[in-house]
């Protein structure tokens, strides 16, 4: 039997997840058998991630720690040209009616879906509302423990509705068991989805009393204790929403949550839990430490460079040769009476040209010879221009013509031999192979080592002592340019908020600590996302007037642990589910720029049962 679509880690675990599912579709099939007038074709269940649960974006539950079995229609449509392509995401399945897969069977479909022909596909297609409770009713019979022949607990059983099929237009309709701690089924929570919209304007979504007297209507017996909790997101920058975290964008989300709700599309109280979600990923031109990116890019092709033999150059011609730029600099330091004149030249050019000045911070004032150095050097457009520059430098500090200044932390090779010129024992390198290369990368990490640090000291933001761990002086260029890669991303995450939110100064301190502690323990991630817990404070409240809420949530809870009722209302800018969306017909989405958007409104209705 080939393996379900989601494949758990553990081998054991894998082999009993399979066969739940061989018992979960031996009980289905049976069912079906029983009633083959009503269903006539095929149906396959895939065993999807948590990630893909349904509810994923609806719900804060921490019910949903694991997998779950999705059924759909398997249809056989005709397309101009069948590939492997046509076939993701169906092969590696069960088939109710076929039983099922033999590995060859599965090997045999593979090579014949890689021909570019005309022919037949399998696509899987939501079932309509009847299929749909006449499964879920199975499920809830076989793992009943009252039956003779129950069944032990298995994951969810979810079903994907065709939303035309009901005038509530379901979507999703789902099943999940509940266990005590000796794993006996005790009872069944069954969950209905639904999708409206959208929505013109706040005007055209229900009311809260509506609301109310839905969630009113499934309560029984009676019960006017109810108790709703409210939700909202604000998406601040970058993508809109949460779980897109393959998105290659940095993002920062605000959370709040509150109880009490007074009328559908509330503004979070001062008295709110907020939470800010904050994802930096470096690359992004709109991030105001884009420049600085660059240059890390850069550097980090040069140490690339030295491993692989390979290295890209500066392809931008420069209006003046760099060996002549590089003479005009070491000019500028030949005579001892115009030394201090033209460093502070230096210094106000890095001053205009710093990536930092674009973020109106305080830039450095103190960049040393090699500093000053690496910056003209970063337009080389070959090997030879870099061994032809460095030879001019070599040269006038062995002959003694400049004695320039560089940094007791500077460690570089370079930075070395400058100390060597000042008592007359510098010894010219050969400067040949790889050793230029080498002296480019050790300046450059050594200059973009102490623009973070300055970066984050300037602001106030941390102290030496907790970077120490960040500007090792006994590591390799590749761990030099790692810890630097992940300076960067907290670089972007405090960028980001001091760009869009105006947090203030202790929150960043303690973002900045989060991420220093994180990245210290971990590899570098671009793709992590950091919660900061925040006061509702002046510049969160801001937020909340001037932008549109990317999602509000209204949750209603009713009775107790044994006959809990509970309705979710999540209203959003996006539809959250495509097979939805599909037959809304012609009707818009919404221009993605405009100042408001149109809204959706998903509903959830779950009840919990006890098997007696």
């Not at 031996?26 to 058998?33: E, F, I, T, W, Y």
């Not at 069977?105 to 399998?122: A, E, F, I, N, Y």
Request: net charge negative.
């Amino acid at each position: 039997m080939p393996a379900a679509m989601m494949v758990p880690e553990e081998e054991n675990q894998e082999e009993m997840d399979n066969e739940d599912l061989e018992t979960l579709l031996q009980r289905l099939k049976c069912g079906k058998n029983g009633d083959s007038e009503l269903f006539q074709e095929e149906y396959r269940i895939q065993l999807l991630p948590q990630s893909q649960h349904p509810l994923c974006n609806l719900t804060d539950r921490t019910a949903q720690k694991g997998s779950i079995y999705l059924l759909q229609r398997e249809l056989q449509v005709f397309s101009e040209h069948v590939t492997s392509e046509s076939l993701e995401g169906v092969m590696d399945m069960n088939s109710l009616q076929g039983g099922m897969e033999t590995d060859e069977m599965s090997d045999s479909t593979k090579d014949d879906s890689m021909d570019d022909t005309p022919g037949m596909v399998t696509e899987l297609h939501p079932v309509s509302v009847k299929e749909a409770r006449y499964f879920l009713s199975l499920y809830a019979t076989a793992h009943n423990p009252a039956a003779e022949d129950a069944q032990p607990a298995v994951f969810p059983l979810w079903v994907k509705v065709e939303v035309q099929s009901s005038r509530e237009r379901v979507c999703y309709m789902g099943s999940e068991l509940h266990s005590n701690k000796k794993g006996q089924v005790t009872g069944i929570s069954t969950f209905t989805v639904t999708a409206k919209g959208p929505f013109p304007t706040p005007a055209n979504l229900p009311t809260l009393d509506v609301l109310q007297k839905r969630h009113r209507a499934r309560v029984f017996p009676p019960n006017n204790n109810v108790v709703n909790r409210g939700f909202a997101q604000y998406d601040v920058f970058g993508t809109g929403s949460q779980d897109a975290t393959g998105d290659n964008q940095t993002s920062v989300l605000i959370e709040c949550s509150w109880k009490d709700v007074t009328s559908v599309l509330q503004l979070p109280p001062y008295n709110s839990d907020t939470v800010m979600h904050i994802r930096a990923v470096p690359g992004d031109m709109k991030s105001a430490a884009y420049n600085i990116y660059r240059e890390l890019q850069t550097l980090t092709g040069f140490v690339e460079g030295l491993k692989t033999g390979e290295v890209l150059w500066c392809l931008e011609e420069n209006a003046t040769p760099l060996t002549t730029t590089v003479s005009n600099f070491i000019q500028e330091f030949t005579e001892l009476h115009v030394k201090k004149r033209a460093l502070q030249k230096v210094q106000n050019e890095a001053d205009i040209n710093s990536p930092m000045h674009s973020m109106l911070l305080p830039p450095r004032k103190d960049l040393d010879f090699t500093e000053a150095l690496w910056e003209k050097l970063l337009g080389c457009s070959g090997y030879q221009e870099l061994l032809d520059c460095l030879h001019l430098v070599c040269t006038a500090l062995q002959q003694g013509k400049i004695q320039p200044m560089v940094h007791r932390s500077n460690q570089s090779e370079l930075a070395c031999l400058v100390r060597e010129s000042f008592k007359g024992t510098m010894r010219a390198p050969e400067l040949d192979g790889s050793l230029p290369v080498r002296l480019l990368a050790e300046i450059g990490v050594e200059k973009m080592k102490r623009d973070y640090t300055h970066f984050f000291i300037a602001e106030e933001l941390t102290t030496l002592s907790q970077l120490s761990a960040y500007l090792k002086t006994d590591a390799s260029l590749e761990d030099d340019l790692t810890l630097l890669h992940k300076l960067h991303v907290i670089l972007e995450m405090v960028a980001a908020c001091k760009a869009f939110l105006d947090l203030p100064h202790e929150n960043l301190r303690t973002l900045l600590g989060m991420a220093l502690q994180h990245y210290g323990n971990h590899p570098h991630d671009d793709g992590h996302t950091f919660q900061l817990p925040l006061s509702a404070g002046a510049c969160v409240k801001r937020v909340y007037e001037r932008s549109q809420a990317a999602m509000w949530r209204l949750e209603q809870m009713s009775g107790g642990k044994e006959d809990q009722v509970t309705s979710v209302s999540q209203i959003s800018t996006r539809p959250l589910y495509e097979h939805a969306v599909c037959a809304l017909g012609d009707m818009t989405l919404g221009d993605p720029m405009a100042d408001t958007q149109p809204y959706f409104l998903t509903t959830v209705q779950q009840s919990r049962v006890y098997f007696t």
